[in-house]
């Protein structure tokens, strides 16, 4: 008999099958116990004659194979249970679990849930934020496949910080200086002279010391870069097109339920957008003039905008474009019109930054003035440069943190809850 997975029990009512799992949950009774088995796909019941199969002494989480007649039955999970089963243990597990994983939450503090990780992901609804993720990120893959992207994998140890060399971490590499990648930024840019559009999903590293619900040092980045574009416009609509392609995906999925996924609101429709001194002289009537001298937004800005997007477009999304120049990186380009400010922008997510992208410089004196004038060194670079002394399209891209847009899909209050394994300030175990 061959192996079936629970979600196709209701297949097979009136037939002998043959299931493997974890056991997730047990009640005795006086007659009759009646065990939950668990695997990758979802519960079934299972129901066993008391004190004859064994079933009263095996431990939660134990790995076990169960064989018997699936029969239709309304009150149970599914419709379908398992009656006249046999038992047999593959793995035992020790009594005694971190937390019970059959609640409908984990009843831990956070901290406990990330120490003991491998088997709080066992966690139906953990597990099921997951299965969303992963559905994200095919669906964003497909998304850009359509539209004539390659994937691309650059490297993740580089000669050269992309940004600021404070927030890099740095190796020994056989004797020389090298960084863990804050970006494939660089290199994305580099390869748009070759493929016209890129994308890669893949792990970046922020030595950053922070320690708060939105923050990691190593998280998953969904980065693009499109060729030939007027201006960060036309990245913005793909960025559209990507997200909405990604809510559709999670929406449709069978784990959204379990994981309390939201699908968000106007995602087929184009995203509201603030210029960045709009959007200043909106926040200074709920937080006062002083925050007409800030150059970017802080957390609490962000959550009023999305507040504010939510109110007025009815939208879960908000661009906020025209970032001041002073506080974008150096390959960013500058608005024709007001050179203080940037063809950049950041896409809000119920009030949470979820990505960041806009126009770059494509010309190499301009790289030569922008360099120049930020102070920066150019003989790190050379190899970048290169591509634009050679020739390179207007181009522009974004990144998107995959981890946030899981976090504000299914309204978690910390960004570790998604993250499958966290690393920040204090965590570097399991």
């Known amino acids: 008999m061959e192996r079936i997975r629970t979600s196709e029990l209701a297949q097979h009512a009136g037939e002998q099958v043959l299931l493997r799992g974890w056991l997730h949950h ?52 599914g419709g ?18 971190p937390f019970d994983l059959f609640r409908p939450t984990i009843g831990a503090a956070l901290p406990t849930v990330l120490d003991h990780a491998a088997v709080a992901l066992r966690h139906p609804r953990r597990r099921a934020a997951f299965q969303l993720m992963g559905a994200s990120v095919a669906a964003y893959r497909t ?81 693009a870069e499109i060729g030939f574009i007027t201006d960060h416009r036309d990245v913005m609509a793909l960025l559209e097109r990507v997200v909405g392609a990604m809510a559709r995906a999670a929406g449709e999925h069978a784990a959204a339920p379990q994981a309390g ?20 002289e909106l926040l200074a009537s709920r937080f006062g003039s002083d925050v007409l ?11 009023w905008l999305g507040e504010w997007a939510l109110r007025t477009h009815g939208s879960d999304f908000l661009f906020v474009v025209g970032f001041p120049m002073q506080k974008r990186p150096f390959y960013t380009h500058p608005d024709p019109a007001r050179p203080t400010y940037s063809n950049s922008f950041d896409l809000l997510f119920r009030g949470l930054e979820l990505a960041t992208g806009g126009q770059r410089l494509h010309r190499y004196e301009d790289y030569e003035s922008a360099m120049r004038e930020r102070q920066i060194e150019a003989g790190p670079f050379a190899g970048y440069l290169e591509a634009f002394r ?41």
């Open 26 to 77: 047990r009640r005795i009774l006086a007659h009759v116990t009646f065990l939950v088995l668990r695997d990758a796909w979802g519960t079934c019941q299972v129901v066993s004659a008391a004190d004859t199969s064994g079933a009263d002494d095996i431990t939660p989480e134990s790995v076990i194979e169960v064989s018997g007649l699936a029969v239709a039955e309304p009150r149970a999970p």
């Open 80 to 97: 379908v249970e398992v009656r006249e089963a046999q038992l047999r243990v593959l793995s035992p597990a020790p009594a005694g679990l």
């Open 143 to 223: 998304a850009l496949r359509a539209e004539g992207f390659t994937e691309v994998f650059t490297p993740k140890i580089v000669a050269t910080a992309t940004e600021s060399g404070a927030t890099c971490f740095r190796l020994d590499y056989f004797g020389h200086v090298a960084y863990l990648a804050q970006s494939p930024q660089l290199y994305k840019q580099m390869l748009v002279g070759v493929f016209e559009r890129v994308f890669e999903v893949a792990p970046v590293f922020r030595a950053e010391p922070h320690d708060t619900p939105r923050h990691l040092n190593e998280y998953v980045s969904l980065d």
């Open 261 to 280: 996924a939201r699908l968000p609101i106007a995602v087929s429709t184009a995203f509201p957008t603030l210029h960045f001194s709009e959007a200043l």
């Open 293 to 303: 001298a800030e150059p970017d937004l802080a957390p609490a800005h962000e959550r």
């Open 390 to 430: 050679y020739g390179m399209p207007p181009h522009g891209g974004f990144a998107i943190g995959l981890e946030r847009w899981v976090q504000q899909l299914i309204g978690a209050s910390n960004l570790r809850e998604t993250t499958l394994f966290p690393r920040d300030l204090n965590r570097l175990l399991p």
